[in-house]
């Protein structure tokens, strides 16, 4: 009886792991199209508060490079392939591009919508590493929740 709970058990753990291989790579390709919304997000921003986003959109990306890297680097620890073209980024990607045109009420809007999206996708992250045991995973992931939920309330307080 123990071995079949054993067997049954690690049949679990291995499913859990290819999860959480999936759920990172869906975050590398989320925080790839991000830092490029991001980008056109910086370089197209106009009117009264141009100065204001033009600078938090490059704080972001930047930020965003770092947790998309960290995240990739730790999928190539764990032996797991990253997403690493384009093309894979927009089909696994959950996050939509920006279309060029938003106004900036739309931007910040649409980031709020986007780092809801990845908050709720580090937090799948981070229970399944927990149901592995993967606790370097499940705190890498668990500082970036904190980081996008500090974002969401201040660009939230923006909108007013």
């Not at 989320?30 to 490059?58: C, D, R, S, T």
């Not at 890297?69 to 620890?77: H, K, N, S, Y």
Request: no cysteine; charged share 25%.
């Amino acid at each position: 009886m123990a071995k079949a709970d054993s067997k049954a058990a690690n049949k679990a753990n291995k499913t859990s792991k290819s999860g959480l291989e999936k759920v990172l790579n869906e975050q590398v390709a989320n925080l790839n199209v991000l830092y490029v919304k991001l980008h056109n997000y910086h370089w197209y921003v106009k009117g009264g508060n141009f100065f204001i986003l033009h600078a938090k959109f490059e704080e972001l990306y930047n930020e965003v490079t770092e947790q998309m890297d960290a995240i990739a680097e730790r999928m190539l620890t764990l032996k797991w392939n990253p997403a690493a073209t384009l093309k894979s980024y927009l089909d696994i990607a959950t996050i939509q591009e920006a279309s060029g045109k938003e106004e900036p009420t739309t931007m910040v809007q649409n980031l709020v919508e986007d780092f809801a999206t990845l908050s709720e996708s580090y937090q799948e992250g981070i229970d399944l590493a927990e149901k592995t045991g993967d606790v370097v995973t499940g705190d890498l992931l668990t500082g970036f929740k904190g980081d996008l939920e500090k974002h969401m309330w201040m660009l939230r307080s923006y909108l007013g």
